[in-house]
Nanobody, 121 residues
Framework: VQLQASGGGLVQAGGSLRLSCSGS????????MAWFRQSPGKEREFIAL????????LHSESVKGRFTISRNSAENTMYLQMNSLKPEDTAVYYC???????????????WGQGTQVTVSS
């Protein structure tokens, strides 16, 4: 499955963006899909994940209450709704597919190309 992330852009602090991640083929119910982000000079950071079958989710403490992960199984698309954005949310956001309920980037085998999110103060 090839993943295509989109929806990034420039937004003022306090604003909102919705990222999308589309799969080139069917995403099976056993898959775990996740969002990560990476800023220059920093390690890739876990943001949120979702079990494709059933829709169970997990969000990192840094975004809990502001970001929401969701999916549309029929469209093979995952979303990340980002509200109350802060300058420290500025990063390249990546979507990924794996099979383990994991916050570790190394557990994900397929990655999208990344989409830049820039939050101005």
């Amino acid at each position: 499955v090839q993943l295509q992330a989109s929806g990034g852009g420039l937004v003022q602090a306090g604003g909102s963006l919705r990222l999308s991640c589309s799969g080139s083929s069917r995403i099976y119910s056993s898959a775990v899909m996740a969002w990560f982000r990476q800023s220059p000079g920093k390690e890739r950071e876990f943001i949120a994940l979702i079990r494709w079958g059933g829709g169970r989710t997990l969000h990192s403490e840094s975004v809990k209450g502001r970001f929401t992960i969701s999916r549309n199984s029929a469209e093979n698309t995952m979303y990340l709704q980002m509200n109350s954005l802060k300058p420290e949310d500025t990063a390249v956001y990546y979507c990924a597919r794996g099979t383990d309920w994991s916050e570790q980037p190394n557990d994900y085998r397929n990655w999208g190309q990344g989409t830049q999110v820039t939050v101005s103060s």
